[in-house]
Each structure stands twice: as structure tokens, then as C-alpha cells.
């Protein structure tokens, strides 16, 4: 949250990009992302699960399949659209980051898929729009 006695300008001019800084923006989408999904009947089991091998933002259960959700949350299209930002490389890493978790946690071998859930923010940093795209990467 920003400091309230530092100008809505002297918090842009270090290094916040919106009035919400890229730490918040991100635990804003990845909130409005989990209460989504709560809503449509998934269990949250975990969220910003750090591994060696990358970082997990929701591990989910969706009946019987666990459900790997990366969150993107956007401000603007400026550095492309948020789906993008999930290229081969960012999938290996998520694969292998997902089986390393659900192995660690004794749940792997299992049906499992990756979800992607894009939260846009207006220019205040407030969720104006949410897609949730299944089985983004056809696991």
C-alpha cells in the first residue's frame, strides 16, 4: 500500500508504473483470480507456492483434477497481451514447477491441467474485466 504522506506523483516516480505498485497489482489479480474460481466451485489448496524449479500463483482442485492457475494481472496492452507472457519457456517452467509441488506434497501422479486467469486493471489499478482461459497449455 502506498504511503499516504508520499504524493500520488513521488510514488510514480519510484518505480510504481500505476497508484498500485507491481507487488499489490499482482496480489490484487491473484485474489480476485482465487475468489473466482472459489465461486465457481474450485478448492483452493495453495497460493505463490515458491519451488526450485519456478513459482506456482494457485494450486487448485477442480473435482477430481488439480488445476495449476497462473494469474496475469494488466494494466494496459503495452508490453503485449497478457496471454503471451506465457511462452514455451514460461510453460516448461510451470510444468516442471507443478510436478515438483504436487510430487513434495505426495498428490503426483494425478489429472492435472493449466488454467490461466487474466484480471485487467483500469488506470487506478482497479479489476475491470476477468477471463479465465481452461486447460491453457492442453497438459
Known amino acids: ?7 500520488k506523483e513521488d510514488a510514480l516516480d519510484r518505480g510504481a508504473r500505476t497508484p498500485l505498485n507491481l507487488t499489490a497489482r499482482g496480489r490484487l489479480g491473484e485474489q480476485m483470480a482465487a475468489s473466482f474460481l472459489t465461486e465457481r466451485g474450485y478448492r483452493v489448496l495453495a497460493r505463490n507456492q515458491h519451488t526450485p524449479l519456478g513459482e506456482l500463483d494457485l494450486v487448485c482442485r477442480d473435482h477430481a483434477e488439480m488445476v495449476i492457475v497462473e494469474v496475469k494481472s494488466r494494466s494496459g496492452a503495452l ?7 506465457i511462452g514455451p519457456l514460461k510453460a ?3 510444468r516442471s514447477a507443478a510436478v515438483w509441488w504436487l510430487s513434495s506434497h505426495g498428490l503426483f501422479p494425478c489429472p492435472m491441467r493449466f ?3 487474466v484480471v485487467d486493471l483500469d488506470a487506478q489499478g482497479m ?6 482461459v481452461r486447460d491453457l497449455l492442453g497438459a
Do not use: T
Request: aromatic share 4%.
Open 1 to 7: 500500500m502506498l504511503d499516504p504522506r508520499v504524493g
Open 79 to 85: 508490453y503485449g497481451s497478457a496471454l503471451e507472457a
Open 92 to 94: 516448461r517452467r510451470l
Open 115 to 117: 488454467d490461466a486467469v
Open 127 to 132: 479489476p475491470c474485466c476477468l477471463q479465465h
